[in-house]
């Protein structure tokens, strides 16, 4: 296990664990801007490989889920984990709202909400391949994904390939999501809205990341071109609308605010729409928002009254 960078303050310090995946275990460079302004905060902290059978996670008073970009494949132990975590510790985010996450038929319940969402279509294993898009310029991936693995973006002219995605996906037991590919994005880029405790923290521009005609990324994790970006305010309002959806889900009813959470935005010719809503291992851009680690940690910190 990596050593543990302290600070020591007066009174007990709190020890954290940034989770993290085997191959990021000593953390990227967000990671460790954030594990840097935890310690300074007064924490004693550490990476810890979540699937690592050794980790005693009692040892610690909470663990913060952050790089877990390999769970995609191993979805049900990778919740098992976070329920065990839970049993012994202060687990953030919550093993309800990293369920509600990691499958991106969350959008339904957004749109019952009223949120605008980039409309989407979900074709279950045993369906057939087939759906409404294959005329349209449209991406395919999975429900359950991150870093856009398993993911194309296909044309008019592709049904064979997406319907070929589809199938691929449904022989690994997952559900595929088929949605329209919003133009807007080659010219604007997704707006990622970053809340902390609750609160708009920062926004940034994420550019455009699928290509046409590009082949399915290979690795944990797209490389993305990042800058940051002041949010418009009909896309706070959005963004506001989206975490409220969340706050009002039945599992939800009196419990605090994600500790964190990024809300994806696309423009659209009615307005900004939800893309995602990340609850569970986004990057949130903090080693580029100053000041933004810092009321991170300050959250951790009010977490552990």
């Known amino acids: 296990m990596p050593h543990a960078a302290t600070a020591r303050h007066a009174g007990r310090v709190h020890r954290i664990a940034i989770a993290t995946a085997a191959e990021v275990s000593t953390l990227d460079d967000e990671g460790r801007h954030l594990l840097a302004a935890l310690v300074d905060a007064g ?20 663990v913060v889920v952050r790089s877990t970009w390999d769970y995609p494949r191993r979805l049900t132990e990778f919740l098992d984990w976070a329920a065990r975590v839970a049993e012994r510790t202060l687990l953030l985010n919550d093993v309800a709202l990293l369920t509600w996450t990691t499958d ?13 969402v980039v409309p989407s279509v979900f074709l279950e294993p045993g369906q057939p391949t087939e759906h409404p898009l294959l005329g349209l310029e449209h991406v395919v991936k999975p429900t359950v994904s991150a870093g856009s693995i398993d993911t194309l973006r296909l ?29 807007d994005v080659d010219v604007s880029g997704e707006t990622a809205l970053v809340y902390l405790d609750g609160v708009l923290s920062h926004a940034m521009r994420k550019g455009a990341l699928l290509e046409a005609g590009a082949e399915l990324h290979d690795g944990l994790y797209a490389q993305e071109q ?18 409220a959806a969340v706050a009002a889900l039945p599992e939800r009813a009196g419990a605090l605010p994600p500790l964190y959470a990024r809300v994806d935005l696309l423009g ?7 893309l995602e809503v990340e609850l569970a291992e986004p990057s949130l851009f903090l080693d580029l928002a100053p000041g933004s680690a810092q009321r991170f940690a300050e959250a951790v910190r009010r977490r552990l009254g």
């Open 43 to 62: 924490l004693e902290v550490e990476p810890a490989v979540w699937d690592d059978a050794d980790v005693d996670w009692s040892s610690y008073d909470a």
């Open 226 to 243: 990042i800058d940051p970006r002041d949010a418009t305010p009909e896309e706070a309002a959005v963004g506001e609308a989206a975490l």
């Open 104 to 116: 991106k038929r969350y959008l339904l319940d957004l749109e019952r909400a009223g949120v605008p």
């Open 155 to 183: 044309g008019p002219d592709d049904p064979d390939r997406s319907r070929g995605l589809v199938e691929a996906i449904h022989a690994t037991g997952r559900t595929a999501m088929v949605q329209p590919y919003l133009a």
């Open 268 to 274: 659209s010719p009615e307005g900004p729409v939800v």
